[in-house]
Nanobody, 126 residues
Framework: QVQVVESGGGLVQTGGSLRLSCTAS????????MGWFRQAPGKEREGVSC????????YYADSVKGRFTISRDNAKNTLYLQMNNLRPEDTAMYYCAAVVRGSWKRACAPGEFPYWGQGTQVTVSP
């Protein structure tokens, strides 16, 4: 059973940093492409950053380029999102998601990823 569990969210001031982690189990992690998504109240879920299974192909939303860095450690079955210079508009529930190799069309879009975690809340105060 594919499972992903997010952690690392919290409350931080504007300009601060957080590191999100996503621990995977129940599947061969290096066979899956991974992504971070977020959803703010009243808004649609959006792709933040996605990373191919070997860490070769990256995607970042324009709003986070230069501030967020996605990475993965296949030996630890873990995906990371380093978030620096956080802004109030980054406040959202952040989700980790997975898609098996061969099924990803290289778009960092929620509809491309069938397996999801429960999310971790990130709140950035002004």
């Amino acid at each position: 059973q594919v499972q992903v569990v997010e952690s690392g969210g919290g409350l931080v001031q504007t300009g601060g940093s957080l590191r999100l982690s996503c621990t995977a189990s129940g599947f061969p992690f290096d066979e899956f492409h991974m992504g971070w998504f977020r959803q703010a109240p009243g808004k649609e879920r959006e792709g933040v950053s996605c990373l191919s299974r070997k860490g070769v192909t990256e995607y970042y939303a324009d709003s986070v380029k230069g501030r967020f860095t996605i990475s993965r450690d296949n030996a630890k079955n873990t995906l990371y999102l380093q978030m620096n210079n956080l802004r109030p508009e980054d406040t959202a529930m952040y989700y980790c998601a997975a898609v098996v190799r061969g099924s990803w069309k290289r778009a960092c879009a929620p509809g491309e990823f069938p397996y999801w975690g429960q999310g971790t809340q990130v709140t950035v105060s002004p």
